[in-house]
């Protein structure tokens, strides 16, 4: 989790909405998914056909990697995506395979 995060408006808004504990560690599984449920509206670094990369606007890095194009929660505008979905799969309880696909870790996927 990085920097000084600025929120669009609306995800700020749905975040607030949740009325999450400040101490990121206590949120429970049911808040984590809401988390993650906003999380999908945040867009990432590519140009408009989602092919490419563009770099984040006043970063002096460049990215080889999808990045938070604007601020989420906890994490600054430039996170890179996989920073921030390594945080949903060590805080859920069953992880991000379960966020991503409602599958349960060990379970068999049809």
């Not at 600025?6 to 949740?18: E, F, H, K, S, Y």
């Not at 395979?97 to 349960?104: D, I, N, Q, R």
């Amino acid at each position: 989790m990085t920097g000084t995060t600025q929120m669009v408006p609306r995800i700020g808004d749905a975040i607030a909405n949740l009325k999450l504990p400040s101490d990121p560690l206590l949120l429970n599984d049911g808040q984590i998914e809401a988390l993650w449920g906003i999380l999908a509206d945040v867009s990432l670094n590519y140009d408009e056909d989602g092919s490419t990369l563009l770099p984040i606007e006043g970063s002096k890095e460049s990215t080889s990697e999808p990045c938070l194009d604007e601020g989420f929660w906890v994490w600054s505008r430039g996170t890179s995506q996989m920073e921030v979905w390594e945080w949903f799969d060590e805080h859920h309880s069953l992880g991000l395979a379960y966020l991503v696909h409602g599958v349960k870790t060990g379970q068999e996927q049809g």
